[in-house]
């Protein structure tokens, strides 16, 4: 039998990141995953400045950036006007090559083993892993990185608080203009124009050599709106958002077109022995706020610096111990973040009545005079003098 400190189960973003950050502590890891190498998923497919700082904390970002798509340049606009153009640098990459290149980070002492764990037996001291394949591997750590699939979270007593029920629903497609070889910009974000629409908003950026677009929207799955984005989506989105034609010109969307709808939940009955949740088997989040990459980082981060070595330096792996994980203050700090992010955007987005009209008119009055001030500011900054340092004092106000 494999014997080993931590058995990781899932080799998603986060169970790779853990992987990587521990394999190269030294810690004697395993990885599980049915897929030795990650297969096409719609998720995450762009990477804010945030998030690549949590990369680099993390010691990831340079296997990242090799793979994902400079984009350097964002505009803003709402009702077919430009609102804003923010200097921000993010990045486009497709799920399966971020998680690939953070495999690619896991030191070859790690074994990456393909198969599915089907039985986890914990205790205070050693955890007993059994694969479909009928391997079996004991470890004092089991962390639990499997995602979406609660078939196994359930058998070990772990239960879901259901947060909000088909909360949101992302739709990803590429995206390119008829009339022109390419769009005037690297990224947009497009905002809904009429809460009825219920449409947070569209985001294009540049990803490989095409533009990928994603929709965020909070659609159920038997919408109108939905059926008819399946039939005819360009008609659809026109119709939706019908400025959006004088910013784009004709385009066309190109299939498939991907469509991931998302419940929010957070795992209970945590209380156990020797099994930590991580990312999104601990709690998913909503894609309109862009904040799972952020908490599985963090969750990585916490877990493999912080925790894990201190958990490892005493005997047992008892319930209590990895209590102090789920009561990290900076984990609560950016799962609290997550959530408020997630229900704010959406009730922003479709709420009607008069004072929630007056919150979005003061978010794009709000957004529109910050653009005022960066291009009053662009035009100051060419006319001081040309030292070095003022330029670069000038150029990071522009980023704000
Ligand atoms: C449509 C969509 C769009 C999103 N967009 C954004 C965004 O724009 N920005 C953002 O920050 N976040 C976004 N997110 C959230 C983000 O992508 C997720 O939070 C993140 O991918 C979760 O990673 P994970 O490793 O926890 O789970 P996963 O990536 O799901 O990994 C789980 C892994 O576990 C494996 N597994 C499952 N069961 C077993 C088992 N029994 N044995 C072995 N292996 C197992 C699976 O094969 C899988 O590889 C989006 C999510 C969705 C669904």
């Not at 006007?81 to 070859?108: C, T």
């Not at 939706?240 to 004709?250: C, F, Q, R, V």
């Not at 102090?324 to 479709?350: C, H, I, M, P």
């Not at 008069?354 to 978010?363: I, S, T, V």
Request: glycine residues 8%; proline residues 6%.
């Amino acid at each position: 039998m494999r014997q080993v400190e931590i058995a990781i189960v899932g080799g998603g973003l986060a169970g790779s990141c853990a992987a990587a950050m521990l394999g190269r502590a030294d810690h004697e890891v395993v990885l599980i995953d049915p897929n030795p190498v990650h297969r096409p998923d719609f998720r995450c497919e762009k990477l804010s400045p945030s998030q690549i700082r949590l990369l680099r904390r993390i010691g990831l970002e340079s296997l990242v950036l090799p793979h994902a798509t400079r984009n350097s340049d964002l505009w803003v606009a709402r009702f077919g006007r430009l609102v804003d153009r923010i200097p921000v640098v993010q990045y486009g990459i497709l799920y399966q090559d971020l998680v690939n290149a953070v495999r690619a980070g896991i030191p070859e002492r790690v074994p990456v083993l393909a198969g599915t764990v089907a039985e986890v037996k914990p205790s205070g001291d050693r955890q007993l892993v059994t694969l479909r394949s009928g391997e079996e591997i004991e470890a004092r750590l089991v962390v639990l990185a499997s995602g979406l699939n609660w078939a196994l979270r359930r058998s070990l007593g772990f239960t879901a608080r259901r947060l909000s029920p088909a909360h949101s629903t992302a739709i990803g497609f590429n995206i390119a203009p008829l009339e022109r070889s390419r769009f005037p910009f690297d990224s947009l974000t497009y905002y809904g124009e009429k809460p009825r629409d219920r449409i947070s908003y569209l985001t294009l950026f540049r990803l490989g050599q095409g533009v990928r677009a994603n929709l965020m929207v909070y659609w159920n799955c038997d919408d109108p709106l939905l059926q008819q984005f399946r039939l005819d989506p360009e008609a659809t989105l026109c119709r939706a958002l019908p400025g959006l034609p004088a910013l784009l010109g004709p385009f066309r969307i190109i299939e498939p077109v991907r469509v991931r709808p998302v419940d929010l939940y957070v795992a209970e009955n945590l209380d156990q022995p020797g099994l930590v949740l991580i990312g999104d088997a601990y709690a998913t989040s909503c894609p309109a706020a862009g904040t799972g990459t952020e908490k599985v980082l963090s969750d990585v981060a916490r877990l493999c610096s912080v925790h894990i070595p201190r958990w490892l330096a005493t005997e047992g792996m008892g319930a209590a111990k990895i209590a102090a994980f789920y009561a990290d203050g900076r984990k609560q700090a950016v799962d609290r973040n997550s959530e408020q992010a997630a229900f704010a955007l959406k009730a922003v987005t479709v709420e009607t009545g008069p004072a929630w009209q007056a919150r979005r008119w003061a978010r794009f009055l709000g957004r529109w005079s910050k653009g005022l001030l960066r291009r009053a500011l662009a035009v100051a900054i060419t006319k001081l003098p040309a030292t070095h340092i003022v330029r670069q004092i000038g150029a990071a106000q522009l980023r704000k």
